[in-house]
């Protein structure tokens, strides 16, 4: 069993009738609802004005979804800090799309973690060029997503452990938009597709990556001593026979 | 002329007689005055309670050294801040030791850069497994130093984008040791020796690879704009022939 | 059903007493029975001298183990290369101790693959640096080895994909002992620990790495075609609506 | 000094008019022309049916361009491996466009390094990911060719070292195109552009990224020695103090 939490600023719904069209319950919602069909895994969701992620939850997360756009501010620093440590310790997260400059992701990559973008009615193709990895597996060589936003490089993230996917936009720009990084006990995955003003989450290949993403980055373990600064008890218990 | 400024807290070298036999005017002297024999670097010091890091030094540095230790917590985050961002700026930043727990460093790589360690009076041994590195340019396959301060695995670091020197320690540690990290425009080297209470600032190996580090770390150019997110000033521009 | 076949040269057996009252049925008899052990896996066996990789069993094999040392010359270059293109396909390539010279490691490292070395009969530590990879699942910190052959840097080999295991040696050298790379759709694993006059393959933490290792390199699919050169069939189909 | 040399295969330009026509000496003449006018480079060229590689240019090279394409397997093993060998002892190796699929490439990187392709009259986009690498220095975010062939990925590499450049095609496809990869003691460079009808090595962008890659691949020294498999001379030698 895998406690999955999604978490969704939850503003654009509420602000915008196309934003509601498409995601009428929210984003998380939709997220949430394809991963239910997974007996394995418990999900349950938290947004921003509604019911934010407590304590109570967070500690009882193993693997934490982010969706985050225009509130990006609006999050506490202090629950910023609790959700980094909680991947130190082993918590597994997955950032999408806008969440790159989500307060939890900045303070994990150390970075602005800026890119290009530009609003668009486009395609985007997307590239698997690591077809061996967890993440990508059942996906092919390439799929397709009918519209989304523009976000290219240059992308300002640490190198990442696996580079995954890369986005090709018909308008000249690509991203490096399927990132996998260690950090600590945790492992995370950043995925560019997912802006709110179309179906993207709905897409079967999107859900199939996002699945694969929740197996890979969730912990063996959540060990809040295990990163620790251990100091052997004596000098000498610590030398070898 | 790269412009290098040393800082250091400056702490023990006023409550340890010990300390201050072995660096009279502090580490950050002792590194200056070193570093102040090749002509092409401009030395400048800063510390924590005499001359810390104005805007004006900070904004005219190319190359910062860090050394910290009892008061990390002293640094004002505003102050790490600044750092953080003139490292994404492309300012280069030379970590020492001790500075693996210091708030600019802890910012820019996102982990609790914990690791084991224990005071000791033994002799260390650092190969360098990357000798094609520049950092590791004129270093033999190991060399020695005879007493330093215990640091071990596990280190919680991101993964290093080059892993330059490792250390093996005779009570049964070894600890990744020299590695770098691209970060924004900005490069940065972890050094692990460096304990205060030992004269290993005046190793000729040491000063080799901290000399290499300069000018490995030390930018092309510092751009506030290169790493900010452009906004195409068009969809209609962005788009090619 | 992972298809293991572990290969070994069963040179050392048959010429000396010492390695034989160790391992009176070769290595490879040692750890395919442990391998056994787990239902899941279908263990066979291969052998320069009597049962030598054939077509049939090489093209029915997922995990590939490959133990040698004086013999490396007697493997011929056909058969390497059928290795190498079979790991480029997807098969798993575990590589022990000495098959750090093996023609098919080399081949597929495209280094000198050299490191330095000293008989000895010295413990070793290994440390574990990258606790959350499932290789190094189940394992401590650190676990000791009581006599081994001492391998250390400088090591050649590209830089591993992930680092796990660095290994102290009391002797002053360490190496980087447990390391991973993705070749073509194939993954590889390289373990140190493993001189054929000591009983390592017996050691329980030894067996650990080596099950999590079958699994970790395990392919989902082997597939001929994956890698090769896709040539869309006409430059239309290639272009996007 | 650096002494280069620069390898083609010299055959396309013999066979057809149109690469004549852009080529009329040569692509190697074409690209020695330029690097000559840095007069820190003594630049020499050879080619496979006039002026083979003799041992004694080979040794006395720094840094080897190399461009084949449809005569890889009429280069001698012999040779591949002579400069697979001078490279794992320092020499730099910069492979052009269709040397992907070259001898001495594929030995380096033990993988298939295939890739998919199509002919095409079409421009590109390479994107620099990675500003803060020499060999990017004073390229802009991006630059265009207004006309090569078609790489694109599945681009079967190891993982490379760092990731420099990747180019966008207006047909849907991308390619990581700007590699970098140490092996032994040498250092390489794939880059994707260069097709053989096309004026690219007049590129003043292509130019500049091959000018960086000579400076950033040439080795501090060449040593034979250095990766050879050391073997103290006693084991009491060895032992520190």
């Known amino acids: 069993m895998i406690k999955v939490t999604v978490w969704n600023e939850y503003y654009h719904e509420h602000e915008s009738e196309k934003v509601r069209e498409v995601y009428p319950n929210g984003i998380h919602s939709a997220i949430a609802e394809f991963l239910k069909t997974d007996e394995n895994l418990l999900v349950r969701t938290a947004t921003l004005y509604e019911n934010n992620l407590t304590d109570e939850l967070l500690n009882d997360t193993d693997v934490l979804f982010w969706w985050g756009h225009m509130k990006h501010s609006a999050v506490p620093d202090e629950l910023a800090q609790k959700v980094q440590e909680r ?48 993440i990508a597996k059942g996906i092919d060589l390439f799929f397709e997503i009918d519209k989304d936003e523009m976000y290219g490089e240059l992308f ?36 560019q597709p997912g802006h709110e003003t179309y179906p993207i989450f709905y897409d079967k290949n999107v859900q199939k990556v996002l699945f694969n993403a929740v197996y890979w980055v969730a912990p063996d373990v959540i060990d809040p001593e295990i990163i620790s600064c251990k100091h052997p008890e004596s000098p000498e218990q610590a030398y070898l026979k």
């Not at 991947?87 to 939890?104: E, N, Q, T, Y």
């Not at 530009?118 to 077809?131: A, F, L, Q, T, Y």
């Not at 996998?180 to 945790?186: A, D, E, H, L």
């Open 87 to 134: 991947v130190l310790h082993g918590m597994g997260f997955i950032a999408l799309h806008s969440a790159h400059h989500s307060k939890p992701f900045k303070k994990l990559m150390g970075t602005s973690c800026n890119l290009r973008w530009r609003e668009d009615d486009k395609h985007e193709r997307i590239w698997n060029v690591c077809p061996t990895h967890p």
């Open 156 to 191: 300002d993230i640490p190198k990442p452990d696996d580079l995954i996917f890369i986005t090709w936009h018909p308008g000249g720009e690509l991203m490096r938009s399927g990132c996998t990084f260690r950090r600590g006990n945790g492992k995370i995955f950043y995925f």
